[in-house]
């Protein structure tokens, strides 16, 4: 019989996993664009990810929008789906449309 699963199982990936060691209240600000930079410095400094930078700073903030669901604002939300473009803008990367 398998264990029951924590109801904090987001929590203990983001703490044990080979994620990004991320600065205090990131997804806090208010600011797409020092969301973006955030993650860009904190993808580029952690010795935990294990992919390029460019792919643990989006699959970091993609984990944060899916954890938080429909309890995210959707002004939150905006400024989040902004950060993305951000991020691309920040790696050098093409936008998809």
């Known amino acids: 019989m398998s264990k ?6 987001s929590q203990r990936v983001t703490e044990t996993s080979n994620a990004l060691d991320l600065e205090a209240g990131v ?9 973006a ?3 860009k410095r904190s993808a580029e400094l952690s010795g935990r990810r294990k992919s390029d930078p460019y792919r643990s700073a989006m699959s970091m903030l993609n984990f944060y929008i899916n954890r938080a669901g429909k309890r995210l604002p959707q002004q939150r939300r ?3 789906d902004e950060t993305k473009n951000e991020l691309r803008k920040l790696f050098h990367r093409a936008s998809s449309a």
Do not use: T
């Open 37 to 39: 930079r955030s993650l």
């Open 78 to 80: 905006a400024i989040l």
């Open 27 to 35: 997804f806090s600000q208010s600011d797409a664009a020092g969301i």
């Open 4 to 9: 029951p699963s924590s109801r904090r199982w």
